[in-house]
């Protein structure tokens, strides 16, 4: 019998009555690794990557004026039959369609500025992705690759999610505090739901269907609309940078699993009427995307700064295992009978980047707070900085010891937050034949557009 993920959205799939299956070998989890441009495929019977699909070049060798790749591989989808992986990158403004049987790409749609996330129908006929970089989603024909439609949106719609009755899908936005309700008969808003938040990054139907759940990143915030009445059912306080969530059929009941990057923790919470929080599950750098098994033994979570995957036991809460993928795992899904009885690493390259090293950012006074991620990519580093609960609108200088000049300066939003990306150097090269020592380098981040100083650090790395 084919085994359909309860967690993905079809009515099938969500409130049919097939029997669910533990983890098999031609099951996948998918990964989307935004820095490396891969798509990495993980068996999750043995927990081990069978290989990686490139659609680009990792950076920074994405900056040349003839460079063809895609850019910033970012969401996923797949189709209802399993046989069709959709992989959405933001900075090409692509979606490659991936025959996962094969794991060779189809074709690829070139769409509107910055899509994030996209979705088969039901049917399986067309393919639904948000252009987030506008306000509108793009409707695509999967055997031609081509855009037949847009459905026009609140601007910088995150993601779309189909009800299984086929009648209704709902965007959440990454721009506008509001959920869009779409008749999909008419392809036009039918209601507009206000939010806490104008980001969300990510939703998710219950198992019953009754209730979408989606995440606010900014807040750190879930909130829960009643698929019935269209109305805002409550909002729950998860922690800084909520991510993804799934669900889980365990034999303890039903549950959420919310990743909350802030904390590097996944939270377990009741789906009752006042959902409680059950469990707190530490997992590794920067949780992101998340997807449960078809029978709900087991979540799957991205690590965004780890570049791997923590697979988690749902019956006992704890990571059990945790497999190396590429770098910067945004989104996660878990395919049922998606690979080949045999020959699962056809066409797959094997894993090209080394692991990260994750760098805690500790106040020297106040409250704030932050981290920095480097990768190796070859004589430089790829430093990315994330700072949190600083003075806002107000800029900071990041650097490096024995540097006299800042790797990156950032300004704060208004909630005190800045992050981004910089390229450099960040560990000393010594001559083989030199008496020096290698010293470890030292992060600091001075306020200000100002000459290094370690006196008026207000954030170190150094113990």
């Not at 067309?126 to 081509?146: A, H, K, L, Q």
């Not at 139907?205 to 909130?223: F, I, Q, R």
């Amino acid at each position: 019998m084919k085994r359909f993920g309860f967690s993905f959205i079809t009515a099938s799939a969500l409130i049919g009555t097939l029997a669910w299956a533990a983890p098999g070998p031609q099951d996948r989890v998918y990964t989307a690794d935004q820095n490396s441009n891969t798509v990495s495929v993980i068996d999750p019977a043995s927990n081990t990557l069978l290989g990686q699909i490139r659609l680009g070049n990792q950076r920074p060798d994405i900056l040349s004026p003839l460079y063809k790749g895609e850019i910033n591989v970012h969401g996923l989808g797949f189709s209802p039959d399993h046989k069709t992986l959709v992989a959405i990158s933001n900075g090409s403004n692509s979606v490659a369609f991936i025959d996962t049987a094969t794991n060779k790409v189809k074709g690829i749609a070139y769409i509107g500025r910055s899509p994030h996330e996209g979705f088969f129908t039901a049917d399986g006929k067309e393919v639904w992705v948000v252009v987030r970089g506008e306000n509108y989603i793009s409707v695509i024909d999967p055997g031609t690759f081509r855009e037949t439609a847009r459905i026009e949106t609140a601007p910088g719609p995150g993601m779309v999610l189909f009800h299984p009755d086929g009648k209704l899908v709902f965007v959440v936005s990454s721009f506008t505090p509001e959920v869009d309700v779409i008749d999909v008969a008419s392809r036009k808003v039918v209601k507009r739901i206000p939010v806490v938040s104008p980001f969300s990054p990510f939703l998710q139907l219950s198992p019953d269907a009754s209730e979408v759940w989606m995440t606010h990143k900014d807040v750190g915030k879930v909130t829960r609309i009643d698929t019935g009445k269209l109305e805002v059912k409550g909002v729950l306080d998860t922690g800084m940078i909520t991510n993804h969530l799934s669900f889980a059929r365990t034999a303890g009941g039903t549950f959420a699993y919310v990743t909350v990057g802030g904390e590097n923790a996944v939270k377990v919470y009741t789906v009752d009427e006042a959902p409680r929080l059950v469990a707190t599950i530490p997992v590794g750098a920067l949780p992101h995307g998340i997807w449960t098994s078809d029978d709900g033994s087991r979540m799957y979570v991205g690590l965004e700064n780890g570049d791997a995957v923590d697979v988690i036991d749902t019956a006992a809460n704890k990571v059990v295992a945790r497999v190396p993928v590429g770098q910067a795992p945004q989104a996660l899904v878990y395919v049922s009978n998606a690979g080949p009885a045999q020959g699962g690493a056809a066409n797959l390259a094997p894993r090209a980047n080394t692991d990260p090293v994750n760098i805690a950012l500790k106040p020297v006074s106040g409250e704030g707070k932050g981290f920095v991620v480097a990768r190796n990519l070859g004589v430089v580093d790829s430093l990315e900085v994330s700072l949190f609960k600083l003075k806002p609108q107000t800029v900071y200088s990041v650097y490096v010891s024995g540097q006299k000049a800042p790797v990156a300066t950032f300004k704060t939003n208004a909630t005190g937050m800045a992050n981004g990306t910089a390229v450099g150097p960040l560990r000393e090269v010594i001559n083989t034949f030199s008496p020096k020592e290698a010293s470890a380098s030292k992060i600091s981040v001075v306020e200000g557009d100002v000459a290094a100083d370690a006196g008026k650090a207000v954030l170190t790395s150094a113990p």
